[in-house]
């Protein structure tokens, strides 16, 4: 069973940084996406980041080019989003999720093929 696990958020002042983490567990395979969304109040979920665990093709949106960057430890299992220059309107609550469809590739941002959902983790970022 593939599980997900979002950490990291918190309480930030414009500006600042924040790293999250996405303990991942359950997949067979080792070609694997992972990919950071968020969805705010008031607003539809937008996709973030994603990586590829083989190869590690990387994606990001326009919103955070330059400002976030995601990893992966393999070793630890855990996929990261560290998020530097946090603005007023990257607050939301985060979540990471899963695919084996890879070939999606950079659609995987909108969402496609994600089939493995975590709990997430609120980032707030105060002006």
């Known amino acids: 069973e593939v599980q997900l696990q979002a950490s990291g958020g918190g309480l930030v002042q414009v500006g600042g940084s924040l790293r999250l983490s996405c303990a991942v567990s359950?997949?067979?395979?080792?070609?694997?996406?992972i990919g950071w969304f968020r969805q705010a109040p008031g607003k539809e979920r937008e996709g973030v980041s994603c990586i590829i665990s083989r190869g590690g093709t990387t994606y990001y949106a326009d919103s955070v080019k330059g400002r976030f960057t995601i990893s992966s430890d393999n070793v630890k299992n855990t996929v990261y989003l560290q998020m530097n220059s946090l603005k007023p309107e990257d607050t939301a609550v985060y979540y990471c999720?899963?695919?084996?469809?890879?070939?999606?590739?950079?659609?995987?941002?909108?969402?496609?093929?994600?089939?493995?959902w975590g709990k997430g983790t609120l980032v707030t970022v105060s002006s």
């Open positions: 999720a899963g695919s084996v469809a890879t070939g999606w590739g950079s659609m995987l941002l909108e969402g496609y093929g994600m089939d493995y």
């Open positions: 359950g997949f067979v395979f080792d070609d694997y996406a």
